[in-house]
């Protein structure tokens, strides 16, 4: 019994690190898409009014930042080096938009007839992205990833 259990996981496990990139990767892809298709202007607007440095190369920096590195994350590539910059990016989002508003992502203010009404949403989004980013930075990309390919062909040099 135990040895079937300790079988099942050891083979499950390696889907574990896929599955947190699958939605950590998508998530990215997702933020740096509706970033890049609204244009930049309104994103150096609200980068100049928390006090980014150097907003305009940063309002075209950040959209492509989570696109790609998105992506990085979706393929295991260099997973961890670029959860550096998007660590990065959750903190300053954090510190400069989300925190006066809690913790909770779904901020309940109010009911109408249409249902409830939300507000602006707090930092629990940015804390699990950072958890998971951890995460893969202390496990890393795991089997079903380029970093894994890559370093299956270097070994067999």
Do not use: Q
């Amino acid at each position: 019994m135990i040895d079937a259990f300790s079988r099942l996981k050891k083979d499950y496990h390696n889907w574990a690190p896929l599955i947190l990139r699958l939605a950590i990767g998508i998530g990215f892809i997702v933020h740096g898409w509706a970033k890049l298709s609204r244009g930049s202007a309104g994103l150096e607007k609200l980068m100049t009014l928390i006090n980014v440095p150097f907003p305009h190369v940063m309002s075209y920096v950040l959209p492509y930042l989570e696109l790609f590195g998105g992506l990085a994350i979706l393929l295991g590539f260099f997973v961890g080096l670029v959860s550096i910059p998007l660590i990065c990016t959750m903190l300053v989002a954090i510190f400069t938009i989300h925190y006066k508003y809690g913790f909770s992502s779904i901020n309940t203010i109010g009911l109408n007839a249409d249902g409830p009404v939300f507000g602006p949403p707090g930092y629990e989004i940015n804390v699990i992205y950072i958890a998971g980013l951890i995460c893969l930075i202390i496990s890393g990309a795991g089997v079903f990833s380029l970093d894994a390919l890559l370093a299956g062909k270097k070994s067999k040099r």
